[in-house]
């Protein structure tokens, strides 16, 4: 359920905080502080949630050092990475004419980032979610619209990008969904072109 929730706003707070929830007690520290602090990052600074979610940081950090695993505090400094390209995806998703007219208020435009190497992740890399009126729609996908932070673009190297409007926004794919065939790009990519041209029968 989390999954789902992340997949349809992967910036939803509740959801980021429940996902770090979920890799805490798996003890996997490094995880749960990256959840708890996108969700900070979602939540007004002065709120009782934001101080709820500074102490749970503080207690993956501690608890990473403990186990040996210490995770990188917030306020670290990453050494210099090495010059390449960057983990970003551009391009432009647009709309066939032969299906405008299906095109309908409330319609969510979905730009998903999926790995495509055969044993590679299930879950979705990166996932961009819109309303379907801005239409045609430039869009950049990076890590920031990751579910997880071990399933994210820059861990993979070629990814297939798909776009789908989805009639009562959900995350998977439903009756009467408009898609386009995916592009299967290098991460890093960009003037991705993803035209939705189909119906899901």
């Known amino acids: 359920m989390i999954e789902r929730a992340l997949a349809a706003d992967p910036r939803h707070p509740k959801a980021l905080a429940l996902a770090g929830s979920a890799a805490y007690e798996r003890q996997d520290y490094a995880a749960a502080a990256d959840y708890w602090r996108r ?13 709820q ?34 983990a970003t995806i551009s391009g432009q998703v647009r709309l066939a004419p032969e299906l405008a007219a299906r095109l309908a208020a409330g319609d969510t435009l979905f730009v998903v980032a999926r790995s495509a190497a055969a ?3 299930r879950m979705p890399l990166a996932v961009l979610r819109r309303d379907a009126a801005e239409l045609p ?42 898609v386009g065939e995916p592009a299967r790009v290098k991460v890093g990519s960009d003037g991705v072109e993803l035209v939705i041209d189909r119906v899901v029968p």
């Open 39 to 51: 969700a900070r990052d979602q939540v007004p600074p002065d709120s009782a949630f934001a101080a």
């Open 53 to 86: 979610l500074d102490r749970s940081v503080a207690d993956a950090e501690t608890a990473a050092a403990a186990d040996g695993t210490p995770v990188a505090k917030s306020d670290a400094s990453p050494a210099a990475p090495a010059a390449t390209a960057p």
């Open 119 to 121: 044993d590679g992740p």
């Open 137 to 178: 729609l430039a869009f950049t996908l990076d890590d920031r619209l990751a579910m997880s932070p071990g399933a994210a673009l820059s861990t993979a190297t070629e990814v297939l990008v798909s776009a789908r409007i989805s009639k009562a926004g959900q995350a998977t794919p439903q009756p009467g969904d408009l």
